[in-house]
């Protein structure tokens, strides 16, 4: 709309600027062919009344005088030539090397010769002004030419264009009043259709795959019947995306399931078998008369109950893994509940150190010791034996947040493996279950915390844990 605006006042104000210019050209025309048609009247007049024969010799004294008479009462000068182009006799004052120099050039006689009927103008531009002349011949009463009467003319436009300034300033006027109003109309206009559109913008950029909550179709009223199209098939999207994620939902859960009991038969298989071999040889070699039959039955009753802790460790594992910590409110010192954690370790090499003896959080007790638990026996485990060992846990407070942090001197986490250390029953150690990191994981992530590793291969690992302080702590 402003553009057409734009567009529309540049092609007027040229239309108007090239009408001024043939209105111009028009009015210069018709004055100059006015003037010479009252001079050739006054010319002819004087021809009809002389006393002189009316020939090429004599003009220069029929218009000895007249010449002046006519140039005032028609408020205009005017030059007579021969038919040979020497002036003869002109209305303003003149010497001999004047008139030498204002002869009429040969192509101007060839142009006059060719049209003996018609008038010849010539235009040239002099100094930056527009000028004419005009040529025609001056005929006896036999129509006979005998002279040639030149008109010079200026061409004086400084009326009109100051006509043609003071219209284009107040076109120029209005069309700013007009491209204002353009303006203002274009942005409320734009903002009316565009509404429609960004509320279906702001719907899709709401659209989540995993939040069918958020997924909201979208009612509109009084819009247009390409928008009711937009927004009809944005609620079939949801509608679509719905049930994907209901069935994507309902997929991963069976998966997970299924994982979940291919990991726990897996695990249980392997105490299982030792037993079951355990079994089988006590059954071949039992002899009620051995007397060494009371070891052998220890020995035997040792392995069982072993395997069998193996597997109750096992149910305990996944039963924790499967838990979700709920949020007690329990206001805690997190140093002091750190420190009591790392007094379960009798390893000397372990270090633990805080900026402040108080840091309030509010959370569970045991989740925050399994925590701590769980990422200082992951540090150790990570430890070679041909290395000498250290881990530094260190509690300090940050702003709002409290940082929980877990070093170690360790192999590291290798490129290939960042990606997945946090996914339930992924571990790079020959024994375990890898569910310890996944539920550190949820812990922290129920009580609104983050966690994240640094880590160099050969070097050692960082694990760093952030919770939210409790409100109004000192």
Same mark, same amino acid.
């Given at each position: 709309?402003?553009?057409?605006? &734009? ?68 408020? &205009? ?201 355990? &079994? ?195």
């Amino acid at each position: 709309m402003i553009l057409l605006v &734009v567009v529309a006042f540049v092609l007027i104000a040229g239309v108007t600027v090239l009408q001024f210019k043939q209105q111009s050209n028009e009015y210069h025309n018709e004055r100059l062919e006015r003037k010479e048609d009252q001079v050739i009247a006054s010319i002819n007049y004087t021809l009809e009344t002389t006393t002189w024969p009316v020939t090429t010799e004599n003009l220069q004294y029929i218009f000895r005088e007249e010449i002046y008479k006519i140039a005032d009462v028609q408020n &205009v000068s005017f030059n007579i030539y021969d038919l040979e182009g020497d002036l003869i006799k002109s209305s303003r004052p003149y010497s001999e090397e004047d008139s030498t120099i204002l002869k009429i050039s040969d192509t101007i006689l060839d142009k006059i010769a060719m049209n003996p009927r018609k008038r010849y103008v010539e235009r040239h531009i002099a100094a930056g002004d527009r000028f004419r002349a005009s040529y025609s011949y001056i005929t006896d009463m036999r129509f006979k030419p005998i002279g040639i009467l030149n008109i010079p003319y200026f061409e004086d436009d400084s009326f009109n264009n100051k006509e043609l300034r003071s219209f284009l300033f107040r076109l120029g006027g209005v069309y700013i009043f007009i491209l204002i109003a353009a303006i203002f109309l274009a942005y409320f206009i734009s903002k009316y259709i565009t509404r429609s559109l960004k509320t279906v913008s702001d719907k899709l950029q709401e659209t989540r795959f995993s939040s069918r909550a958020a997924n909201k179709r979208i009612m509109l009223r009084h819009a247009s019947e390409e928008i009711y199209n937009l927004v009809n098939s944005y609620n079939s999207m949801v509608d679509v995306l719905e049930e994907s994620a209901v069935k994507l939902a309902r997929s991963e859960r069976e998966q997970a399931w299924r994982e979940m009991a291919r990991q726990v038969a897996h695990e249980i298989k392997n105490p299982l078998t030792p037993m079951r071999l355990s &079994v089988q040889s006590f059954q071949r070699k039992f002899d009620p008369s051995d007397p060494d039959m009371e070891k052998k039955l220890n020995e035997f009753s040792r392995t069982l109950i072993q395997q069998i802790d193996t597997m109750s460790s096992i149910a305990s594992a996944f039963s924790n893994f499967a838990s979700m910590p709920v949020q007690q409110n329990e206001t805690l010192n997190v140093v002091e509940i750190v420190r009591l954690a790392l007094d379960i370790f009798t390893e000397d090499y372990i270090v633990f150190t805080a900026h402040r003896e108080e840091v309030i959080v509010k959370m569970d007790r045991t989740q925050l010791v399994r925590v701590i638990t769980n990422l200082v026996k992951n540090a150790i485990q990570a430890i070679p034996e041909d290395r000498e060992p250290k881990v530094v846990v260190s509690v300090c407070s940050e702003g709002q947040t409290v940082k929980i942090t877990v070093a170690d001197n360790g192999i590291g986490i290798a490129e290939e493996n960042r990606d997945k250390i946090f996914e339930p029953k992924f571990t790079t150690k020959t024994s375990g279950m890898g569910l310890g990191l996944g539920m550190v994981k949820n812990i922290v992530e129920n009580y609104k915390g983050s966690i994240n590793f640094t880590s160099k291969p050969g070097r050692g690992t960082v694990f760093t844990i952030i919770f939210p302080k409790a409100q109004h702590n000192k």
